[in-house]
């Protein structure tokens, strides 16, 4: 298979075939790439070169175990949104030093078992959440480090829905009052001031919102030295888009070299948070094609894969590449609504795509390495589908598909 590459140019040597995977493993099922993943990692890591950084991978985009612990084998941090990511990053051997917690509700259990576990830093999003962690850091006994994520009011030019860094979106402290949250923090005996932070949005195919976005932080950074308020790291989130069609986005290294350029003789550590782009275009959904059904108006191919295994296109309406996972040549080319079994209209991978298909055929999914999974859910009691890394001519089982008494464990009839 040849589906995984950066920017879906370059190829990948991997060698399974996908009729293998799906005899073995059925389908629907997620398959990633090891090499594209590590390359993707790579990437944004060697174009820091010597300047100072940390590459923390976002792990909502895809917070499989065995993933995880590939990128904590590379030496990543994780950007985590919750206590459940945490301890998955734990559980795959992530080291806690590496780990930034962002999110605009962080509980109260959550910050106590993030002090606990000894966290880089959090990455505050409302002013109620300084004096919490600042209460509860003394409980503990520790000192918390913090960075406050600024909204900087920025068009980040993506889908309202993934657009972050505008005054009107829930998420960051808006940069007016950044100041007085500094000055407030930097007075509180719990609390340890170590860096700035914003995330702008997601899927951004160019360089301007972003180096806006830096402008006005390294702003607010200026004014902080000015008063004495040094921090040590700069985080700049994640957000670098991937090529689905026709997109095209800056690489890692362009997009990094812009940054530090933007950035002058400042010294700070770097930071970035990607999710997408270290995983987007290191995965696909393998589907097969369960019946064809062509009516008088539409043709429809009723595939084995639904919106609760891939909500991309029913949410967003997003489009991703369905190409044939085999060369199959059967009938004739027409256009084809790629449909899954769920009970909604919404339900479709994708629309009118010209394809050859049989009943039987499996169909590969492209770009489908981050938000896939990780957004799948058991609607019409579907079991989540299973997840494999190819590794070169191996394949291996690193989720199996769900059972269905799983669907139900913990539910309880009445008395
Ligand atoms: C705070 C934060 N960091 C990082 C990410 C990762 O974004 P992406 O997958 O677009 O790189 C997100 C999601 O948009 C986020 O909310
Ligand atoms: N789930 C979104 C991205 C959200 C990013 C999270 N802040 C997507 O599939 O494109």
């Not at 006994?141 to 993934?162: C, E, M, Q, W």
């Not at 967003?316 to 209209?345: F, H, K, M, N, R």
Request: with cysteine.
């Amino acid at each position: 298979m040849d589906f995984f590459s950066y920017r879906q140019q370059a190829l990948f040597a991997e060698d399974v075939a996908a009729s293998s995977i799906a005899a073995d493993y059925g389908t629907p099922c997620y398959v990633y790439s090891r090499a594209a993943l590590e390359q993707h990692w790579q990437a944004f890591d060697r174009a820091f070169g010597a300047h100072p950084h940390l590459i923390c991978y976002a792990v909502k985009a895809n917070s499989n175990i065995a993933l995880l612990n590939l990128l904590a084998r590379l030496g990543s941090g994780f950007d985590i949104v919750s206590l459940g990511e945490m301890q998955r990053v734990l559980a795959a051997g992530g080291r806690p030093g590496d780990i930034v917690f962002s999110g605009v509700g962080k509980r109260e259990d959550e910050i106590l078992a993030a002090l606990k576990a000894g966290i880089r830093c959090f990455n505050v999003e409302v002013s109620g959440e300084l004096d919490r962690i600042n209460e509860l850091a003394g409980q503990v006994g520790v000192l918390a480090p913090v960075s406050f994520r600024v909204n900087p009011d920025v068009d980040a030019k993506t889908h309202p829905y993934i657009s972050t860094g505008l005054k009107e979106n829930k998420f960051g402290i808006d940069i007016d009052s950044a100041i007085h949250e500094y000055r407030r923090a930097a007075a509180m005996p719990n609390i340890k001031v170590v860096g700035i932070d914003c995330h702008i949005g997601s899927q951004l195919t160019g360089l301007n919102p972003f180096l806006d976005a830096l402008d006005r932080v390294l702003a607010v950074v200026d004014l902080l030295a000015a008063e004495g308020i040094k921090l040590q790291h700069l985080d700049l989130g994640g957000g670098l888009g991937i090529r689905y069609r026709d997109e095209f986005p800056p690489s890692p290294e362009e997009y990094v070299a812009a940054l530090l350029q933007r950035l002058g003789g400042r010294d700070f550590e770097i930071l970035l948070e990607p999710g997408r782009a270290i995983v987007g275009n290191a995965g696909i959904l393998l589907t097969k094609v369960e019946y064809l059904k062509p009516t008088a108006n539409k043709n429809f191919a009723i595939v084995d894969a639904a919106m609760n295994d891939l909500l991309r296109p029913a949410l967003y309406s997003a489009w991703q590449d369905i190409v044939p996972a085999e060369l199959a040549d059967s009938g004739q080319e027409l256009e084809w609504d790629i449909v899954g079994p769920v009970c909604e209209t919404g339900d479709f991978l994708g629309k009118g795509r010209l394809l050859k298909l049989a009943p039987g055929d499996l169909l590969a999914v492209r770009s489908a390495g981050a938000y896939g999974f990780s957004m799948s859910s058991n609607y019409n009691s579907r079991p989540r589908a299973a997840e494999v890394i190819v590794d070169g001519n191996s394949c291996h089982l690193v989720r199996e598909r769900e059972t269905v008494q799983q669907l139900w464990a913990g539910e309880r009839l009445l008395p």
